[in-house]
Nanobody, 122 residues
Framework: QVQLVESGGGSVQAGGSLRLSCAASGRTFNTATMGWFRQAPGKEREFVAQISWSGVSTTYADSVKGRFTISRDNAKNTVYLQMNSLKPEDTAAYYC???????????????WGQGTQVIVSS
């Protein structure tokens, strides 16, 4: 099992940047595909980005491609989400997810953090 704690959320103006961190504990972190999801008020949770255990492979939602970058430091058991050129539509609670797997034609997380809020004002 992987325990996840997010940090780094906050309020920013459109065009600004934020960096989210996800500290993980658990013996399986270094072999787990990790990722980020987000949920805006009144909407379903949606996939944002994933990174393979080695960090070599990444995937992004079309809505964030070119603006967000996911990375990981296995020595620190931490996953990051660098968010640049933020837009008001990026406003959401962002959740770190562990042990992602692809099935039912989408990414699914097995372990979840408590979420961190990101607010982007215009």
């Amino acid at each position: 099992q992987v325990q996840l704690v997010e940090s780094g959320g906050g309020s920013v103006q459109a065009g600004g940047s934020l960096r989210l961190s996800c500290a993980a504990s658990g013996r399986t972190f270094n072999t787990a595909t990790m990722g980020w999801f987000r949920q805006a008020p009144g909407k379903e949770r949606e996939f944002v980005a994933q990174i393979s255990w080695s960090g070599v492979s990444t995937t992004y939602a079309d809505s964030v491609k070119g603006r967000f970058t996911i990375s990981r430091d296995n020595a620190k058991n931490t996953v990051y989400l660098q968010m640049n050129s933020l837009k008001p539509e990026d406003t959401a609670a962002y959740y770190c997810a562990g042990r992602l797997a692809w099935y039912n034609n989408r990414w699914n997380g097995h372990d979840w953090g408590q979420g961190t809020q990101v607010i982007v004002s215009s």
